[in-house]
């Protein structure tokens, strides 16, 4: 019983030191990648924001001219309407003198009397006379009345035509109000997409820069040449808990160095910092680049014991920080990588 317990917690422990590592380092190039991936993402989010602004600022172009339209149309009416209301003024003037001369007429009969109009009829020499008297007088009444009518006509025509331009001003200005209503909406989307599009330019930007920094730091750091030789140990202790290549069906791209929590992590050899920073598993993570497509990975590390930073120049065995537990490991080791342009190398075959 007690035995079987043993064996029971024996393999439990193997199988924790089997756990699944980290498969390799978040290499420059993966990043490379993804940045140019969101980029790709944020310049087709670009494309279609200004595929919609294109549209509206169609729409708000043909609102424009439709807004144009109706306020020339409505300029016309309001002129139309002047001159109809300056036709008024010239009637109603001249029909003010007309009546004017038509009441005094009317007047000067009436003050003469209906006998002084008698009178006139009757002193007419002859009968003709009186009939031609007669006849002048009441021509000369009818004519002032038909005079009087057609400016009365008149006057009702151009009060209809008043009411109907009227009317239609009142129609257009409602249906141009509308349109103002609708051109303010469309301008308002257009400036919302403006100011997408303006944002996703400035993502764009940063993006396109974060590219540069990234792929400025693998070249740069790259450049120059291996000074040879073989590598230095990492660590002090000598003991791999975990060899380099196929590990549970999957690949183990370096080598576990057992070790304690703090022990020293030393430069396998000189170069440049490269990479300083968390990476996923990995806890800490440190990368140098030895010149000639070299570089070594360290893992596991906390940060509070890192020692170098990036773009640091590092010298052959320089140490650089403490062995941890941090990120997907199961105790305390340094896990280490060589790298030829990227790909992971068998670190032993480089002592
Ligand atoms: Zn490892």
Known sequence: MKRTLLTILLAFSLALTTTPLPEGWVSAESKVEKAKK???????????????????KKDVDEQKKKLNKLEKDLHGIEKDINKIEKNMKTLEAQLGKREELFKNRIRRMYQRGEMGYMTA?????????????????RLL???????????????????????ELTEKQAEQKEKRDDMKKEYDKLVKTMKKHQKELAKLEHDEELKEAEIQRITYLTSNTGNFAYGGGPFVWPANSRRINSPYGPRGGRNHYGIDIDGNLGDPIYAAASGVVKENGPASGYGWVIV????????????HMYSNTVLVSTGQRVSKGQRIASIGNNGRSTGPHLHFEVRKNGSPQNPMNYY
């Open 38 to 56: 969101e980029l790709k993402e944020i310049r087709e989010k670009k494309k279609d924001v200004q595929e919609e602004l294109k549209d509206v």
């Open 141 to 163: 009444v009818k004519q002032d009345h038909t005079v009087l009518e057609g400016y009365f006509r008149t006057k009702r025509k151009y009060e209809n035509e008043k009411r």
């Open 288 to 299: 140098i680049d030895h010149g000639s497509g070299l570089t070594t990975v360290y893992g």
């Open 121 to 137: 009829l009757l002193e007419a020499d002859s009968f003709r006379e009186f009939l031609d008297k007669f006849e002048a007088l």
